[in-house]
Each structure stands twice: as structure tokens, then as C-alpha cells.
């Protein structure tokens, strides 16, 4: 069975500077994708960045980056430069991608994140 | 081009009463997928669904949950007899027919609140 684990239940980080946040995986599929999700207090869940198994380079969108390390099978989320409105939960999450799957996908219990002025 | 849609955002039922919780996928979407939030948890799957058909209810209670996906229409995520543990947020997704990199597109949630 397929399993996310975020270690981290809650992280702190000063305005500006950078920050990572954990997500390893478990999966004995060779073709899957990682995601990364935000969701702020009021409740939505933003899509932020997407890994697939077979991609040769690490995911980058704007100021989050993923540090794909796939013998490891973590999948860290970078956030550089952070902002006051990137507190947040941040989800990790493996899409099912076995052959007849339902490309569900399978969350990680979320690391609360804190950005302070 | 709307996002996905949930409807209502928020409910509250007695013990005992039904909740209908609706889900209008994004313009060109056929798959919808349906996830439990329990407070402080991550979402868990519940059921995958295209048009007319349930592909995948692995993540379903066996007992008064059910979904629907009309050829018109809604999905329908259905809990008969509420009790005070399906207090929860239930989120929909939605993706278009096609394979590869397919992003899931949440829709705002619904919050269920059992008394």
C-alpha cells in the first residue's frame, strides 16, 4: 500500500528566509507523481507543485521548488524567500499510478508552517 | 472558466438526518473524486467516479455512504442516518479525461457539522 509521512507537524520560519518542509514515500510502483498542496485557514486546498517518477530534473514553480531525491523516495518542498501568507498546512500527497488504478491520491498527515515578521 | 464547485459550503445536521453534499466539476471534466478531512488529519479518499459510473469506492464506509455521478448534472456524495463522527470537511476533485500528469482541481469543501 502506498504512504506519506511528513514528520513534521509544525515548522517555523522568519520572513524572507527559506524553508523546507519533509514528505517521504513508500510505494512499490515505478510510475507515480507527488504533489504538494496548500491549504490557509480558510480552508481551500491550492495545488503548488508536481513531481513525476520519471522526471529527469526537480519541479520548480516561482518561489517553491521539490527536491526529489528518488533512491531516498523523499520529496521535500523548498519555499524560498518566505512571506507572511505562506503560513499555511502544506499537504504532501502520491498519486496511485498502477496500471487500472483509480489515480487516486494518498495524503500526509500536513505540516503546519508559521512565518514570522 | 469556473473552478469546481461545492455546494453547500457549510451544513449542519442532527443525528439521524441525511446530507447531500453536491459537486459541480470543472467545465470538461468527466472524473470527480470525493476526499474526507477529519479535524487535524490529512484528506483521505473516499470514491472516484466518471460520468454514470463508480470506478473506485475502496475508501467508502460500507454503510450509509453512497455517490453518484449523473449523466446531467451534480455528483452526489450521500450520508443517510449522520452521526456526530462524519463531522468532517468533504472535499471534491475533479480531473479531464486524460492520462499522464493529471492534476486533481479541489473544489472549496464542504463542512459537515453532526450535533
Known amino acids: 500500500a502506498q504512504k506519506i509521512t511528513q514528520t513534521q507537524p509544525g515548522m517555523f520560519v522568519q520572513e524572507k528566509e527559506a524553508v523546507t518542509l519533509d514528505c517521504t514515500y513508500d510505494t512499490s510502483d515505478p510510475s507515480y507523481g507527488l504533489f504538494w498542496y496548500k491549504q490557509p485557514s480558510s480552508g481551500e486546498m491550492i495545488f503548488l507543485i508536481y513531481?513525476?517518477?520519471?522526471?529527469?530534473q526537480n519541479a520548480t514553480e516561482g518561489r517553491y521548488s521539490l527536491n526529489f531525491q528518488k533512491a531516498r523516495k523523499s520529496a521535500n518542498l523548498v519555499i524560498s524567500a518566505s512571506q507572511l501568507g505562506d503560513s499555511a498546512m502544506y499537504f504532501c500527497?502520491?498519486?496511485?499510478?498502477?496500471?487500472?488504478?483509480?489515480?487516486?491520491?494518498?495524503f500526509g498527515k500536513g505540516t503546519k508552517l508559521t512565518v514570522n515578521p | 472558466n469556473a473552478g469546481v464547485m461545492q455546494n453547500p459550503r457549510h451544513l449542519v445536521r442532527r443525528r439521524g438526518q441525511e446530507a447531500r453534499l453536491r459537486c459541480s466539476p470543472m467545465k470538461g471534466h468527466s472524473h470527480v473524486y470525493w476526499y474526507r478531512q477529519l479535524p487535524e488529519e490529512g484528506l483521505k479518499f473516499m470514491v472516484y467516479l466518471q460520468k454514470e459510473n463508480i470506478i473506485d469506492e475502496s475508501g467508502m464506509p460500507k454503510e450509509r455512504f453512497s455517490a453518484e455521478f449523473p449523466k446531467e448534472g451534480p455528483s452526489i456524495l450521500r450520508i443517510q442516518q449522520v452521526v456526530r463522527g462524519d463531522s468532517a470537511a468533504y472535499f471534491c476533485?475533479?480531473?479531464?479525461?486524460?492520462?499522464?500528469?493529471?492534476?486533481?482541481?479541489f473544489g472549496p469543501g464542504t463542512r459537515l457539522t453532526v450535533l
Open positions: 513531481q513525476g517518477s520519471y522526471d529527469q
Open positions: 500527497a502520491m498519486r496511485d499510478g498502477t496500471q487500472g488504478g483509480s489515480e487516486k491520491l494518498v
Open positions: 476533485a475533479s480531473s479531464p479525461l486524460t492520462t499522464g500528469y493529471i492534476e486533481q482541481f
